[in-house]
C-alpha cells in the first residue's frame, strides 16, 4: 500500500514540480536581468517583488489550492456536475483578485512603493508596477486558476505543459523586451504580461475541451454556496500567504537595527527558505488533490495515509537540502554575495535556519493536504506560531537572552520547525473528519 501510494504522489508531483524549478529559475534570472539595469532599477525591482511573490503564492498554492481541493472533492463525492459549475466561479474569483492587485499597484504605484523606498525608488519601481499588475495581475491569476481547475480534476501534466512552456518563454522575453527593445526593467513587468496572456488563452482553451475530464459549466447563475466551497479553504490559505510574507517584513525590519550588512544576510536566509517552496509544492499539489477526492469520498483514513506518505517526501527532499546549507553555511552564503561581511553574518544564520527547513517542508505537505480536506484550523495556528516565534521569540532570544543577530536567525528557525509541527497536529483522526 505504501509504495502505492508513493507512486499515486510521485505521478502527480513530477511534473508540477518541474513547473516549480522552472519557476525558481526564472525568479533568479529576473534577479540577474534586474541588476544588470542599474543600482535605482535593482532596488526598484527588490521593492516590488514581495507584491509579485504575493501574487503567485495566493494565485498558485492558496486560492489556487482552494480550487483544487473543491473540485476534487466534488469528483471524489461522485458530483460532476458541481464540478463543472466550480470552473465559472473560479474564473470570476481569479478576475476579481487580479483586479485587487492591478487596481492599487498599477494605478498609484508612487505612493505605495514611495512609502516603502521612498521617492526614488517609487520612480524606479513605477513603471515595472504598471506593466506587472496593470498588464499581467489578470492573466497571472486566470492562468494559475485554470491550471488548479486541472488539478483538481487529476490532470497535473497536462496542466504542467502550458506552464513549462510559459516559464521557459519569459527568460528570454524578458531580456528581449528590456535590453535590444530597450524598455529596461518595465521590460520585465511587459514579458510577464505577454508570456501569461499567451498561457491563459492556452490554458483556458484546454479547460473548454475538457481537460480536467470534464466539460466546465458556464451558462450558469453564479451561486454563493460553490463560491463557499472555493473560498472557504481558498481565503484562509491567502490569508497564510500573507501572514508568511509578513513574518520576513518584519524580521526584516529588526535586522535593520543591525544594520545593512544584518538585512542583506538575513535576506540571503529568507530567499533560501522561499525556494523551499517550490521543492514542497509538487507534493503539496499532488496531496490536496489526492487527499481531496478520498474526502469527498468518504474515505478518511486513506486521506491521512496519503498525507503522511507525502509528508515523509517533503521531510526528506527538504531535510536534505537544509542539512546542505547548515553544513555548508559560508560555501552557500557565498553563491549569492561576495561581500564577506554579509557572508560571515549570513552562515551564522543558516546554520540554525537550515536544520528547520525539514519541519517547513514538512508542514508546507501537510498544509496542502489540509486543503484538500478542507481543515485549515491547524495551517493557520502554525503559521500564527510561526509568525509569534519568528518577530516575537527572535526579539527575546536578540535582546533580553543576549544572542544579538544570531538571535534572531534562531527565532525564525523555531518558528518554521513550530509551523510544520503544529501543522502536523491536525492531520488525525480527531480532527479528520472530526471538527471543522
Known amino acids: 500500500m505504501i509504495a502505492a501510494r508513493l507512486r499515486r504522489i510521485g505521478a502527480l508531483a513530477a511534473p508540477t514540480a518541474l ?3 522552472l519557476q525558481v529559475f526564472g525568479q533568479l534570472f529576473e534577479t540577474w536581468l534586474a541588476a544588470r539595469q542599474g543600482t535605482a532599477a535593482l532596488a526598484g525591482w527588490a521593492t516590488v517583488l ?10 498558485t498554492g492558496a486560492m489556487g489550492g482552494g480550487v483544487v481541493s473543491a473540485i476534487a472533492r466534488a469528483l471524489g463525492g461522485g458530483r460532476r456536475e458541481e464540478a463543472s459549475a466550480m470552473v465559472l466561479h473560479a474564473g470570476l474569483i481569479a478576475l476579481a483578485a ?48 485554470l491550471a488548479s481547475v486541472l488539478r483538481g480534476g487529476g490532470r497535473h501534466a497536462l496542466a504542467a505543459r502550458v506552464l513549462v512552456l510559459a516559464w521557459l518563454a519569459l527568460p528570454p522575453t524578458s531580456w528581449a523586451l528590456a535590453e535590444p527593445f530597450g524598455m529596461g526593467l518595465a521590460g520585465l513587468g511587459a514579458a510577464m504580461a505577454l508570456v501569461f496572456w499567451v498561457a491563459t488563452l492556452a490554458m483556458g482553451l484546454v479547460v473548454l ?12 447563475r453564479p451561486q454563493a454556496a460553490i463560491f463557499g466551497r472555493i473560498l472557504s479553504v481558498g481565503l484562509v490559505a491567502s490569508g497564510l500567504a500573507v501572514v508568511a510574507n509578513l513574518a520576513t517584513i518584519l524580521v526584516t525590519a529588526q535586522m535593520a537595527a543591525h544594520g545593512a550588512v544584518a538585512v542583506a544576510a538575513y535576506g540571503i536566509s529568507a530567499r533560501l527558505e522561499f525556494l523551499m517552496i517550490p521543492l514542497a509544492f509538487g507534493i503539496g499539489s499532488a496531496l490536496t488533490a489526492l487527499v481531496g477526492r478520498a474526502a469527498g469520498a468518504g474515505d478518511w483514513a486513506e486521506a491521512r495515509a496519503l498525507a ?45 535556519v537550515g536544520l528547520a527547513f525539514g519541519g517547513f517542508g514538512l508542514g508546507m505537505a501537510l498544509y496542502f493536504a489540509s486543503q484538500g480536506a478542507g481543515r485549515m484550523a491547524y495551517p493557520v495556528a502554525g503559521a500564527l506560531s510561526r509568525l509569534a516565534l519568528a518577530v516575537g521569540g527572535g526579539a527575546v532570544l536578540a535582546g533580553p537572552l543576549g544572542m544579538g543577530i544570531e538571535g534572531h536567525f534562531l ?22 473528519p472530526g471538527g471543522a
Open 308 to 352: 503522511w506518505t507525502g509528508a515523509a517526501m517533503a521531510l526528506l527532499l527538504t531535510g536534505a537540502a537544509g542539512l546542505v546549507v547548515a553544513l555548508w553555511p559560508v560555501q552557500v552564503a557565498s553563491l549569492f554575495t561576495g561581500d564577506a561581511a554579509v557572508v560571515a553574518i549570513a552562515a551564522r544564520g543558516l546554520a540554525y
Open 98 to 145: 487580479g483586479l485587487l492587485f492591478a487596481l492599487p499597484l498599477a494605478v498609484f504605484p508612487r505612493g505605495i512603493f514611495g512609502a516603502i523606498g521612498g521617492a526614488a525608488v517609487a520612480e524606479a519601481a513605477a513603471p515595472y508596477a504598471m506593466w506587472l499588475f496593470g498588464a499581467a495581475a489578470v492573466p497571472v491569476w486566470m492562468t494559475n486558476t
Open 411 to 432: 527565532g525564525v528557525a523555531l518558528g518554521i520547525t513550530a509551523y510544520g509541527a503544529v501543522t502536523a497536529l491536525g492531520v488525525r483522526r480527531a480532527v479528520w
Open 19 to 21: 513547473v516549480a524549478l
Open 209 to 220: 475541451r475538457g481537460g480536467a475530464g470534464f466539460v466546465p459549466r458556464l451558462r450558469m
Open 50 to 59: 514581495p507584491f509579485a511573490l504575493l501574487m503567485q503564492m495566493m494565485s
